[in-house]
């Protein structure tokens, strides 16, 4: 959470808000495109997706997420269809300890 202190004061607390509440509203749609997309073998569209995850993560500090998403985002380039699914999957347990930290935070529903 240290991070997140860090960037509020780089940018205020009504932005990053404001930044917390479009990756609450995001992170589940891009999750599950990934997945669907990395179930279907359109990796395509499980990069862009993941590309996204990683754009938003990196905003707010979530450097785990981050560094996972851009695995994700990496496999899918290398059309390394062997490892994006669980690579995909490690990503639900991150996004909603990030979403859970943000809620509380910045009181998001």
């Known amino acids: 959470m240290q991070l997140i202190v860090e960037r509020e004061a780089q940018l205020g607390v009504d932005t990053v808000a404001r930044m917390a509440k479009i ?56 059309n390394d269809h062997v490892n994006v699914v669980p690579l995909a999957k490690g990503l639900a347990p991150l996004v909603d300890i990030c979403v859970v930290q943000l809620r509380d935070r910045y009181k998001l529903t």
């Not at 990069?47 to 996972?68: K, Q």
């Open 23 to 78: 990756f609450v509203e995001d992170s589940k749609t891009q999750l599950q495109t990934i997945s669907a997309a990395a179930a279907r073998q359109n990796l395509a569209t499980a990069r862009a997706a993941a590309h996204d995850l990683v754009t938003n993560a990196g905003s707010l500090c979530f450097v785990l997420l981050r560094e996972v998403a851009q695995d994700v985002e990496q496999a899918c380039i290398r």
